[in-house]
């Protein structure tokens, strides 16, 4: 894969082909093998960037509100906050995986211990 610009015009045929939901079946058997790891990054990314810290105090403050309408409000607001983030470091990382595989085979011999 080249480093190839692409305009939004592009993008968005891109992403029409890809609602054919046969079209998303192999990515979707690669993704569930690669989910442990995938959530490990999610994590790590969320975490570098501050959101699970401050993740937390966001649910205590939203568990507190009141009324009970209030309060679910703030709860639909947090995961749609974190299903946004979610799909935004998912997307970053399935395209950059997607680079990583262009470039051709991956050498997975292991590499043997270095002597100490």
């Known amino acids: 894969m080249s480093d190839s610009r692409f305009t939004a015009e592009q993008v968005d045929a891109a992403v029409e082909v890809l609602s054919d939901p046969d079209r998303l079946k192999h990515a979707q058997e690669v993704v569930t093998h690669a989910a442990p790891a995938l ?38 607001t947090l995961l749609a906050e974190e299903t ?13 995986l997607a680079r990583v595989l262009a470039n051709g085979p991956i050498d997975t011999t292991p590499t043997p211990p270095e002597e100490t």
């Open 39 to 76: 959530q490990r990054i999610l994590n790590e990314a969320l975490d570098a960037g501050g959101y699970l810290t401050a993740s937390g105090a966001s649910v205590a403050q939203a568990a507190q509100a009141e009324p009970l309408e209030q309060r679910l409000l703030a709860f639909r």
């Open 84 to 96: 946004r983030l979610g799909m935004l470091v998912g997307a970053t990382v399935g395209f950059e």
